[in-house]
């Protein structure tokens, strides 16, 4: 019996012992793709049904085996278990140890040279330049306390990671023998699998993982496919589901999270690597969104302007991609697509939305009467992380200043009207350029914050400053006998409110004693000075 007929008959009697729809349909969606056989395929026209990484299906089979009876979970116990090869190879550095066939169905179709190089440079990548906290050893299970690599035939699946338990878990790698089947072939392939799978191995190893944030942790893997390996695309193979859908809530996209690697794009563009690394400290003890939230807070953000930033972003790609503004590589995304279009008739327009919270909405206007076509697009952008339902809006677009309204330019104002106004925020693209961009007022504070700030808790502490057409401004911290402790220059920070961000640390890169703080900043002619409490346990 081939491997395909073998699946299937496993596919035949998993399907007919589980009851529950939602198990049924994933065990069909991981076993479609772990069974796929490009011959039969070829034979029939088949398309291949991609399975990009198969981490929470392994998951979820696991948490789901009392739904077998006995028979069926001694097979699936063989099937789960580390797969028996017959060769294995350590990496040059070290870290992994590569499982593998030279002959047979399992028999490794690319450079093992290349794939053992290209893992330790995951590993300097993901551990030395990140900084995070390697996988837990295993002991000696897979021959030694190496991180373990296995190499099988698992049809149109590109990997999984197999880990014992939701946090501080061992795990173990399984990727593709080939990816000639795959969006991206070869050696290629298996880059972008080591380094997505190890991401998700430093996950479940350090950091806590839920099935029903899932999207999180794939969006994660799948953007550090592209920090790793900037040359090796794979990921534009799935953001077309956000581009598509950009309506959707955030924690569901249509694709399933893999999508969304252009939002960690986003960040990391922003406000750097530290920020994907700090929301996944915050996922041990909160929600996927609420993680974002809480990063982007601490980092002198906020979650509302973010997500109407990012809308802007994804209007800019394609041929509306703009040079060095952005996405870098925007001009080789798809274009978003409207939820509505609308033809404009003067004097107003007016469309109801019921409108997902934590997700863009793109309203496409078109006016013809001035001659040739004007084009507007409103971006409305639902910023409630908090709930899971619907909001409704009303959107108007003028021609003229109505009571109410807000100005857009010369042309047009615009208003927004529903019962939960503030979770709203506008952007708008005329003509293809940035006309208005949704962000709330700047407020001034006279306060440090959060105090007191622990070194444990806290990645840094924001110092009001005024805003200032440099967007500089100087930071000098004194102990309380007014000994100068730190001095430099900081950028200023606008978010909902006028700060710059600081470590907590000397100008010699120390941390400093528990104690009061005095801090000044001067933003061009304006001084701010005030206290604040450093506490290092």
């Known amino acids: 019996m081939n491997k395909f007929s073998r699946l299937l008959l496993l596919v035949l009697v998993f399907a007919s012992v589980l009851s529950a729809q939602n198990v049924d349909s994933l065990f069909n969606n991981f076993w479609s793709a772990y069974s796929y056989s490009q011959q039969e395929s070829i034979a029939s026209d088949e398309k291949p049904r991609i399975l990009k990484c198969a981490t929470n299906h392994i998951y979820y089979l696991k948490n789901n085996f009392d739904k077998l009876d006995i028979n069926k979970q001694n097979i699936v116990s063989s099937i789960l278990q580390r797969p028996s090869t017959q060769k294995s190879l350590v990496s040059p550095s070290g870290y992994f140890r590569i499982h593998y066939d030279t002959t047979g169905i399992h028999k490794v179709g690319y450079s093992l040279t290349e794939l053992a190089k290209a893992a330790d440079s995951v590993y300097s990548f993901e551990i030395d330049f990140l900084g995070y906290p390697p996988p837990p050893s295993d002991g000696t299970q897979g021959g030694d306390d190496k991180y373990d690599i296995y190499i099988q035939d698992i049809g149109s699946i590109y990997g999984w990671t197999d880990f014992a338990s939701t946090s501080n878990s061992t795990s173990f790698m399984v990727i593709d023998n080939n990816f000639d089947i795959h969006y991206t072939r070869g050696i290629d392939g298996a880059k972008v699998t080591l380094a997505h799978e190890f991401h998700h191995a430093i996950q479940v190893g350090s950091y806590k993982y839920r099935s029903e944030d899932s999207y999180y942790y794939e969006l994660l893997s799948t953007s550090i496919e592209e920090f790793v390996f900037d040359t090796i695309n794979d990921y534009y193979d799935y953001i077309s589901g956000y581009y598509n859908n950009p ?221 200032d057409q440099s967007g500089k401004s100087s930071l000098n911290v004194y102990t309380i006998a007014m000994d100068l402790v730190f001095s430099g220059e900081k950028n200023i920070f606008a978010s909902d409110k006028i700060v710059v961000k600081w470590d907590g640390r000397s100008s010699s890169g120390e941390k400093l004693p528990t104690g009061v703080y005095v801090f000044v900043t001067k933003s061009g002619d304006t001084v701010k000075k005030g206290k604040l409490v450093i506490y290092n346990e």
């Open 247 to 467: 309506q959707a809530p955030f924690y569901a996209t249509y694709g399933g999270g893999y999508d969304l690697a252009i939002w960690n794009i986003f960040l990391q563009n922003k406000y750097g690597y530290d920020i994907i690394k700090r929301g996944l400290e915050h996922v041990i003890n909160h929600s996927a969104l609420n993680a974002i939230v809480l990063s982007i807070s601490e980092y002198g953000g906020s979650f509302n302007e973010d997500l109407a930033e990012f809308g802007v972003w994804n209007y800019f790609t394609g041929s509306r991609a703009k040079d060095d503004k952005y996405f870098k590589e925007a001009k080789f995304y798809p274009k978003v697509k409207p939820l509505m279009n609308i033809n404009f008739r003067p004097t107003s327009e007016t469309v109801k939305v019921n409108s997902n919270p934590s997700s863009n909405n793109y309203l496409l206007f078109v006016d013809f009467s001035r001659g040739l076509p004007d084009s507007l697009v409103a971006i409305i952008t639902n910023s409630d992380y908090q709930s899971t339902s619907r909001t409704e809006f009303n959107y108007t677009l003028y021609s003229y200043n109505a009571a109410g309204s807000s100005k857009i330019n010369d042309l047009f104002y615009s208003s927004i009207l529903s019962n939960n106004r503030q979770i709203f925020s506008e952007s708008v693209i005329f003509n293809n350029e940035l006309a208005k961009e949704g962000r709330t007022e700047r407020l001034e504070i006279d306060y440090a914050y959060p105090q007191p700030f622990n070194y444990n808790k806290h990645s840094y502490i924001f110092i009001p400053a005024a805003a």
